[in-house]
């Protein structure tokens, strides 16, 4: 594996950190520094799945099927719009926010390893594959706690 490719496998596992501590103060009432374990799961879900939207933005733009291209930049802006919005609603219903965001995770996954499969390299498909699943997972464990 050469170097970038370490790098994204470990930033990419890393990133997984912040879900983590936000389940585990969840799940025993913590806060850091004033800020509770449902506000720092919901606003970095956001975040990361505004980022996730982003790679697909920049991936399009690689793309050189109109058609593909067009319909990428669309989703990429609806993912990003989806996370703004349920951020936004958080005070309505925390439950609701949370699975929403953890359908969204799934989505770009499923979008992007439709549009780019025969493009995507075999680890990277993997490391997808393998976050996308913990963190809906982790999505579904806070929506039940």
Do not use: C
Not at 19 to 43: C, E, K, R, Y
Not at 105 to 131: C, G, H, S
């Amino acid at each position: 594996m050469d170097s970038d490719n370490k790098t994204i496998q470990q930033l990419g596992y890393w990133g997984l950190v912040p879900f983590f501590l936000g389940s585990v103060m969840i799940a025993f009432d913590m806060q850091i520094l004033a800020i509770g374990g449902t506000q720092l799961f919901i606003s970095y879900s956001a975040v990361i799945l505004s980022f996730l939207s982003g790679v697909l933005w920049g991936r399009s733009l690689n793309h050189q099927v109109a058609t593909s291209k067009r319909i990428a930049l669309i989703v990429s802006n609806v993912f990003a719009l989806m996370a703004w919005l349920l951020l936004l609603q958080t005070s309505q219903s925390v439950t609701a926010v949370i699975a929403l965001l953890g359908v969204g995770y799934v989505a770009i996954w499923y979008f992007e390893k439709r549009t780019w499969r025969d493009k995507l390299t075999d680890p990277y498909q993997t490391m997808r594959r393998n976050l996308t699943g913990m963190v809906a997972g982790l999505h579904l464990v806070v929506v039940f706690v």
